[in-house]
């Protein structure tokens, strides 16, 4: 089997048999195996390791993971737990995980109760249980357009098609007309996923924007799929959840997960939520076939979700500091494009370059300011449509405010620099 530093090197679709330890006789992996795709986020690591190595300080902006240091309290509660077995824990989550989740939602003023629940490992499993639950093997589900990569690879997981609907850089990545969601919808269409706050462009989108796709939804009898993970990462103005739409009630499911909100994206703990009895039925027996999520983590989360706001509180006005510096750093950045994101921790921006993955490969692999340089995930990887998004990158608010601000600096270096190289 070939390292994943290799196969992240190894383009989308594109995994060269025997490198990627498949045989190339007589036995054969799945399709599904030909089509999922390794991460575009983690594509330009091993560049960035091997120029590390060369004493070359690189900047991190290519991944979601927040670099601030975890709740002291989670990992005191492992320390805490005196059970003598680590048992498996009920398929629809541990009762103090699940009642803390319903305490997190009504502390937002979405009422679900313990019936309407199922804990997941992360919001990742509750958007493959989601898309198991409403589609059969190659329906559609309409995403909007760039979308976080890994709906690629769950839709693969659960054999549905996306069918993408493109969004623009150009008023901020914000929702399109009724009509143009509507001509993505064809009779294999089932639901309408979206992020809100949007990973990859941390754009909100309004009550009014939402209420198009309630419309959309009614209008074709689509379920709404609704992540809303980044909900506190809201800067301008609160997130709305898909939960204010009481006319969706019984078409809506609400996809969330601790990961961002509290620092704990180890502890895969996500929750699927529906007020519809028989998508919640269903996602629990998924869930009754992988079991359980891990006891321990739902254990140690449990008292953040129970009284989130001194937890989310100082990382989102750390990441809302950030948000301002990269917003007022861009602004010195001759040719970039870009806006004010409104939420969540990322902003996608083009740049004037023709091709922002060779740019970013160039930047990590050849360029340095000082001893240092800037990893960047160029934004193709988050566009299913090709051809879409080639200049662009996806920026993560992953360092302190200094160092964002010396990346930046450095990104308009390597943009004169390289603009001198390939005019
Ligand atoms: C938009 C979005 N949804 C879902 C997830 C899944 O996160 P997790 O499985 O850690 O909850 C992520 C993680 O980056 C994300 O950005």
Redesign the pocket.
């Known amino acids: 089997m070939a390292a994943l530093d290799e196969i992240d090197l190894v383009p989308k679709g594109c995994l060269p048999a025997g490198q990627a330890g498949i045989p190339t006789r007589n036995i054969r992996l799945s399709q599904r195996a030909r089509e999922m795709q390794a991460s575009p986020i983690r594509k330009l690591a091993a560049l960035a390791e091997a120029r590390k190595k060369s004493g070359v300080h690189v900047y991190h902006l290519n991944i979601?993971q927040p670099d601030l240091p975890t709740p002291h309290d989670v990992f005191d509660a492992f320390r805490r737990f005196e059970q003598t077995t680590l048992a498996y824990a009920p398929s629809n989550g541990m009762p103090v995980a699940v009642s803390a989740w319903m305490n997190y939602f009504q502390h937002h003023g979405i009422a679900f109760d313990e019936r309407e629940l199922i804990v997941t490992?992360?919001?990742?499993?509750a958007?493959i249980f989601a898309m198991c639950a409403v589609c059969d093997s190659n329906d559609e589900v309409i995403v909007f357009e760039p979308f976080?990569t890994?709906y690629n690879g769950f839709a693969t997981i659960a054999d549905i098609q996306l069918r993408t609907v493109p969004l623009s850089i150009s008023n901020g990545f914000h929702l399109p007309s009724e009509e143009e969601i509507e001509s993505q919808i064809t009779d294999r269409t089932r639901a309408i996923l979206f992020?809100n706050p949007?990973?990859p462009t941390g754009t909100i989108y309004s009550r009014e924007e939402i209420q198009r796709l309630v419309n959309v939804a009614k209008r074709h009898d689509l379920f709404l799929l609704s992540?809303e993970?980044?909900r506190e990462f809201a800067y301008e103005s609160k997130a709305i959840s898909i939960a204010e739409f009481p006319e969706v009630r019984e078409q809506s499911i609400l996809?969330d997960?601790?990961?961002?909100r509290f620092n704990v994206?180890g502890a895969?703990v996500?929750v699927l939520a529906s007020h519809n009895q028989d998508v919640v039925q269903t996602a629990l027996r998924f869930g009754m076939a992988r079991l359980s999520v891990a006891t321990l983590e739902q254990v140690a989360v449990a008292p953040l979700l129970n009284n989130p706001e001194p937890y989310t509180g100082p990382l989102v006005e750390e990441f809302h500091r950030r948000r301002d510096a990269v917003y007022e750093g861009l602004k010195s950045i001759p040719g970039v494009t870009f806006y004010k994101p409104e939420g969540a921790f990322y902003i996608v921006i083009g740049l004037p370059v023709k091709d922002s993955d060779h740019f970013a490969r160039w930047m990590v692999e050849k360029f340095e300011y000082q001893r240092e340089t800037v990893l960047l995930a160029p934004a193709n990887g988050f566009y299913a449509t090709p051809g879409r998004g080639l200049n662009e990158a996806r920026l993560a608010f992953m360092l302190n405010v200094p160092d964002l601000q010396k990346s930046l600096a450095i990104i308009q270096r390597a943009l004169d620099s390289y603009q001198k190289l390939t005019p």
């Open positions: 979601g490992a992360g919001g990742s499993e958007i976080y890994n992020c949007s990973n992540d993970v980044y996809l997960s601790t990961s961002k994206c895969r996500g």
